[in-house]
């Protein structure tokens, strides 16, 4: 290995190598979704467990309970909740589930978990939460459930959710 020609240093000098400088991300690691194709929002990355995409027919429907269930999925032998988060926020219209996957972020604090079924799952991003803004007159519906708002354009806002707020709501009660 010492002899080879790649590890020797022009002329026999010693050369400290590149550095290349590593940027730090700032403010705190999120996941971005989308409830429905106008409505953007984000969980902190810490409180979700882990991201699934189902087939609607691997989540089995479970009947005298909640309307803003779905039913529950079995992820590697835990059973799941798994909740129309759309319609937990207030929206009229149920959740499409003609289609091929379903999004699923799983949420757990203190050893409960729920799996939050969204329609479109963006990514993760690292987003400034000294730059959260108060939201003004959101949805009764929503309220209790929303930390702040981003603005991310003219007429758009990324708002942040309170994961431990929804998996602690009477709404879940029948």
Known sequence: MVGNPDFQTISGQDQAPELQEIETPEGELHLRFFITDAQEFALPATGIRRIIEYAPDHISPVPNVSPLLLGTLNEQGRVIWVADLGQ???????????????????????????????????????????????????????????????????????????????????????
């Open 88 to 174: 937990f926020l207030g929206h009229a219209k149920p959740m499409n589930t003609d289609r091929a996957e379903i999004p699923v972020i799983a949420v757990e604090e203190q050893g409960t978990m729920l799996g939050l079924a969204v329609n479109k799952i963006i990514g993760t991003d690292w987003l400034d939460i000294d730059a959260l803004k108060a939201i003004t007159n959101p949805a009764d519906a929503m309220a209790p459930f929303l930390k702040g708002e981003w603005p991310i354009g003219s007429d758009q806002s990324l708002r942040l959710l309170d994961h431990i707020a929804i998996l602690r709501s009477a709404r879940w009660v029948v």
